[in-house]
Each structure stands twice: as C-alpha cells, then as structure tokens.
C-alpha cells in the first residue's frame, strides 16, 4: 500500500474563453477530480508531496453554475481554488490590512453560497464574484473609498530622464529577450509583485484588474466606478512605477 | 491635450504608451506617436519595455490558499446547501 510514489496534483483551470469545447466535459472531469482528491487524502501523511501525476482539467463556467447550484461541493472547491487568494489580492488593494481583506472574502463566499441562485449569467462569474468583492472590501474600507480616486496630476514618468527638450538624456537599453529564460521571467514577476504592494491603491486596484487579472478597460471603469480616462491615468502610472524598478533590477542595481 | 500639429518629443510620447497599447488614441494622435517612434529607437526601446513590463506582471501567480480556510469554506457551501 505504502509505494513510494507521491501524491497526485490535480489543477483545474477555468475556462475563461469562447473557445472552451462545447461539448460536455464535466461530468468525467468531476469525476476524475474526486477521485484524485480521494488519493490525496489517503495519501495525506506522506511527506513527499512532489507530483507523480499532473491534471490539468479545464472546466467550463456554464458547467460550474450548474453543479454549484447542484450543491455539489466539488464545483464550489474549484471555485474557492481558483479564485480565493485572486480576492484577497484585490480586497487587499482596498482595505487596510491582510486579515481585513481575508474577512471581506470570507463574506464575498458567503454572498456568492447564498446568491448563486439569483446569479444571472450576464456577466461572468469571474466579474460577479469580483463585484462582489470589490462591493464588501470599500463598504469595510470605509465611506471615503467609495469616492472615485482622483487623477495625479502631471506625467507618469520622471522629469529627470528627459533634457530641456524633452529627449532622453540617456540611451534605452532594450532588455534582454525574456521569453526563453523562465528564470528570470520568473523573478522579474516576483518583483512586479513586490512593487504593486507598494503603489497608491487606486493605482494597486487599476494594474491587478488590468494587468494581473487581464480585465478589459470597460470591464475595470465598470467594477471601480471609474472613467476611462481615469482608468488610464493610473494605469499609466502604475506600469511607469513598475517598468522603472524592473529595469532597476535587470541592470542589477 | 497639446499635441496639434507639431512633431512629438520624446517625454510626451512616453505618456502615450498605455493610451496607444489600449488603442485609445485618436487616428491623429496614432499617427504621430507611431511616427515618433519610427525615427526614435529609444522611445521604441520604451514601449518595449512597457510591453514586458506589463508580460511580467501577467504571470504573478496568486498566493496559495491555507487548506484550514479551504476546508471552511466547502463546509459553509454544505451547511448552506442543506438547508
């Protein structure tokens, strides 16, 4: 009974897009997925975790809604795997501390177990749970959040690196090509991590939607209660921040 | 927005970059910063740069979930459903 082998990893993966297939996956799926959770669990003392098997399953959100209303708790821990700490992430951005955030998700889950029923399906279920999200963490945060954040004035980038005539001062290095090193694709992203912590939240809020989440811009405008012009400007600034520091961090300084 | 007209320099095309990746320009505005960076490889570098910058920040990956809350959770979702 003992072999050596460790654990499976099943993943799951939402599907997000218009060309997830149309027929139908789920039933195999959620079968497979108990059944590797059921492996996990018998094998939960070991203490080798690395994979010997690796699922990817990818699910359709249609599929989802439909088993979540089910009560089929498979469906929702799917859900809670995909999407719980992209919440905190974003509740983070709004609220003051980690274990804030960690509540206004505990009662994001809560509205989305007792509201799956009303959910409509006009948006997406990523959108909906987000909404949601955002909804709680600014009524926790607080009257003076839910103002729309206002526009710096001025340009994003440095003054410095430009001369009177508005050229570079200095030569922009192109970086080097990341797409081969995953290395280094990986520490870049690590620090683009760090460095979102730090921004001002309105620009925190604007880069994990657009850039981290891949929301569209009318998508982002919507959920923040934003203008498009807004939207941008902070965006702006927040890439302008980032791009900054990563190329503090390529040139190894 | 003062771009009529004359030719961009280098510190207003930077503040286009996002506007111009969000196709958010005007055909005029486009015109200019493309024809700004056609003879500014700096600025290309820039918008490049942006480019990756923005690659970067999409494979953050989330932290991972605490398998306490985990399991609190789909105990919520059946004591709700049971009702």
């Known amino acids: ?253 | 927005m003062a771009l009529l007209g004359k030719d961009l320099v280098c510190q207003q095309a930077v503040e286009l970059v996002t506007a111009y990746l969000d196709d958010a320009l005007s055909w005029r505005q486009r015109r200019r910063f493309e024809a700004h960076l056609r003879g500014c490889p700096n600025c290309s570098a820039y918008l490049e740069q942006m480019r990756a910058t923005i690659a970067s920040t999409g494979r953050i990956d989330p932290d991972s979930l605490d398998p306490e809350i985990r399991d609190e959770l789909i105990k919520l979702f059946r004591r709700q459903h049971r009702r």
């Open chain 1, 1 to 253: 009974m003992f072999s050596p082998l460790p654990a499976p990893r099943v993943t799951t993966f939402l599907a997000q897009t218009f060309f997830a297939p149309r027929y139908d996956f789920f039933r195999p799926a959620l079968r497979l997925l108990r059944l590797a959770s059921r492996l996990v669990r018998n094998e939960g003392d070991r203490k080798d975790t690395r994979p010997c098997l690796t699922l990817q399953i990818v699910i359709r959100e249609d599929d989802l809604l439909v088993a979540l209303r089910a009560g089929d708790d498979t469906a929702f821990a799917t859900l809670v795997d995909t999407y719980h700490a992209r919440l905190v992430r974003l509740a983070r951005s709004i609220v003051t501390s980690r274990e804030v955030a960690e509540e206004v998700v505990q009662e994001t889950w809560l509205a989305v177990v007792r509201g799956i029923d009303r959910f409509e399906g006009r948006s997406s279920l990523r959108t909906w749970l987000f909404h949601i999200c955002v909804n709680r963490a600014r009524s926790t945060a607080g009257k003076e959040s839910r103002t729309s954040p206002v526009d710096p004035q001025g340009p994003a980038a440095d003054a410095g690196w430009f001369n009177r005539d508005g050229s570079w001062t200095s030569t922009v290095e192109p970086w080097p090509e990341l797409v081969d090193d995953r290395i280094m694709a990986a520490t870049l992203a690590d620090h683009a991590k760090h460095v979102i912590e730090e921004l001002p939240p309105p620009q925190r809020q604007v880069v994990i939607l657009r850039d981290v989440e891949g929301l569209t811009s009318s998508e982002v405008c919507n959920l923040l209660s934003i203008t498009e012009a807004n939207q941008r400007v902070l965006l702006h600034r927040g890439r302008t921040r980032i791009r900054s520091a990563l190329s503090c961090q390529l040139r190894g300084g």
